[in-house]
């Protein structure tokens, strides 16, 4: 390590300072933090002191497998990055600026006012601040390609100017093209209502025949969540936790910020039932407590879990022993399963993935759609739907024989046909 710096701690220490006197937001610092944490977890389990790029290229390797930097997730390369940004602080002093990739753009002056106007009238309709933002990047595009065809005025819109744009925008982008579109259409709707266009161009606009493909959620069997289980080492006070967390997202469906969330006071002993408000949709749930759930969470209690006050339930090995955050929770468990002797292949491996799982489990168990939608806190039976789709067995009992082809329709004819 630099000899400017006596300890890690005082490296980060420094480090964070100059991120916060560049002007990162605390979110942006904390993430910073995280990751720095982990990889002294990691030079301390393995008594190294020297912090350079070839130590952070093995404790990447060492997280998330022997994968290939341009294999590595869009996360697990900012994982990366934000260690090598703690080399080069090490080293010079210095982290570099991180440059955002999407490019500035400015609504031109001839469509501004009208566009605005639509978009405070989709606010007004309590669009979401996404949605809104998406809706400005698809008309800025729509504004830029009209003025490079000089056309600045709506009055001169025309339909032949609208099949141009449809048969331009995102040639290759099916999906960026059919959200365009649809984003047009809805504008050029709103002009004719509002009179600033005689004609109701929106339907002029050509409809493209995208379809969204939809993915099947990833699970696994139950030989393989047993040998993912297996896998934790639970002689170890973090292996007890990880066990009781991954029992909750497997045997439960609760998702890493529920599991974050847990506290003492939402465990039933006597009735063998949890009872809390899911993060996400602030839904009230109440789950059955199995056996052998409630064994590992007591486990953990006794016999892994820090002494502290804090009124949640799992929480971080290192003083001051912080509830453990969501993150941790997705970025241990993909950790544990990529670890396992498990073959992942092209599923995912967090938390979610055990809760497709465990929706699957009780699906092959012929449990109805209504239940495993309160299981699950679906607001909707539809949502729930989505689950079907990785029924694979059912779905093949739902399919219909092809009946045979009567000797006669050969024969019409004389058979000159199928001869």
């Known amino acids: 390590m630099n000899t400017d710096f006596n300890t890690f701690d005082e490296l980060v220490t420094v480090a964070s300072q100059y991120l916060q006197n560049l002007g990162r937001s605390k979110e942006s610092i904390r993430i910073y933090l995280w990751a720095w944490n982990r990889f002294r977890r990691y030079m301390d389990e393995n008594k190294i002191h020297d912090y350079t790029e070839e130590v952070a290229m093995k404790y990447i390797k060492a997280t998330y497998g022997q994968s290939e930097i341009s294999n590595l997730t869009h996360y697990q390369k900012d994982h990366l990055r934000h260690c090598l940004c703690l080399i080069q602080f090490n080293e010079t002093g210095e982290i570099p600026i991180y440059i955002n990739r999407k490019p500035q753009y400015q609504i031109g002056c001839a469509f501004r ?15 979401s601040e996404i949605t809104l933002k998406a809706h400005r990047w698809h008309l800025y595009q729509f504004s830029d390609y009209l003025e490079s065809r000089d056309v600045y005025s709506i009055s001169l819109l025309s339909p032949l100017e609208l099949m141009y744009y449809a ?3 995102f040639p290759n982008e099916p999906a960026s093209k059919n959200q365009s579109l649809i984003v047009v259409r809805r504008f050029l709707n709103y002009l004719f209502e509002k009179g600033y266009i005689k004609r109701n161009l929106s339907q002029v606009v050509p409809k493209d025949n995208y379809r969204q493909q939809a993915k099947l959620p990833s699970v696994y069997t139950k030989k393989e969540i047993k040998t993912i289980l297996y896998s934790i080492d639970r002689s170890t006070s973090i292996g007890k936790r990880n066990y009781a967390i991954l029992l909750l997202a497997v045997r439960l469906g609760m998702r890493a910020s529920d599991i974050s969330g847990l ?7 006597s009735g063998n039932q949890v009872t809390f408000t899911q993060k996400k949709t602030g839904r009230a749930i109440l789950l059955p407590l199995p056996s052998d759930v409630g064994e590992g969470i007591i486990n953990y209690i006794k016999n892994g879990r820090p002494i ?5 339930v799992f929480l971080s090995p290192r003083f001051p022993h912080n509830p453990l955050p969501s993150e941790a929770i997705s970025h241990m468990t993909r950790k544990i399963i990529a670890t396992s002797g498990v073959k992942i292949g092209n599923r995912k491996s967090g938390p979610h993935a055990l809760r497709h799982t465990m929706a699957n489990f009780m699906i092959n168990e012929g449990t109805t759609i209504p239940i495993i939608a309160e299981v699950l806190g679906h607001a909707s039976v539809q949502t729930s739907m989505n689950y079907l789709r990785i029924d694979i067995e059912s779905m093949r009992q739902c399919a219909m024989e092809v009946p045979l082809v009567p000797v006669s329709f050969y024969e019409q004819k004389g058979g000159k046909f199928y001869g």
């Open 308 to 312: 502290s006050e804090e009124k949640r």
């Open 167 to 169: 048969s331009d925008i």
């Open 113 to 127: 006012p009208i566009i605005d106007e639509y978009l405070d009238y989709k606010k007004s309709m309590r669009v």
């Open 263 to 269: 506290e003492f006071n939402h465990l039933n002993w």
